[in-house]
Nanobody, 123 residues
Framework: VQLVESGGGLVQAGGSLRLSCAAS????????MGWFRQAPGKEREFVAA????????YYADSVKGRFTISRDNANNTAYLQMNWLKPEDTAVYYC?????????????????WGRGTQVTVSS
């Protein structure tokens, strides 16, 4: 499955953004999805994951209660709703997919990544 991220931008602290991850191919509903981010000078880190049905979700502690992951299998798209953004959320955000939910939170599982979408939060 090929993935394209979009929806990033510049926002003030306390603001919101909604990221989208559009997938090509017919098998989107059989993949668990994950969102990740990479800030300058830092390693890529896990943000949120969702199972292929959407029935299970998992979040990094740093975003729990502020971010919500969701998916629309009919439209081959996953989303990341980000509220109460902080300057430390500034990063390039990426999505990725794996058929195993238990693996999708580990960025080391993936050998290829899309271009990502830049999120910048000003203080």
């Amino acid at each position: 499955v090929q993935l394209v991220e979009s929806g990033g931008g510049l926002v003030q602290a306390g603001g919101s953004l909604r990221l989208s991850c559009a997938a090509s191919g017919r098998a989107f509903s059989t993949y668990a999805m994950g969102w990740f981010r990479q800030a300058p000078g830092k390693e890529r880190e896990f943000v949120a994951a969702i199972s292929w049905t959407g029935g299970m979700t998992y979040y990094a502690d740093s975003v729990k209660g502020r971010f919500t992951i969701s998916r629309d299998n009919a439209n081959n798209t996953a989303y990341l709703q980000m509220n109460w953004l902080k300057p430390e959320d500034t990063a390039v955000y990426y999505c990725n997919a794996d058929r195993t939910y238990a693996r999708v939170a580990d960025p080391k599982v993936f050998s290829s990544w899309g271009r990502g979408t830049q999120v910048t939060v000003s203080s």
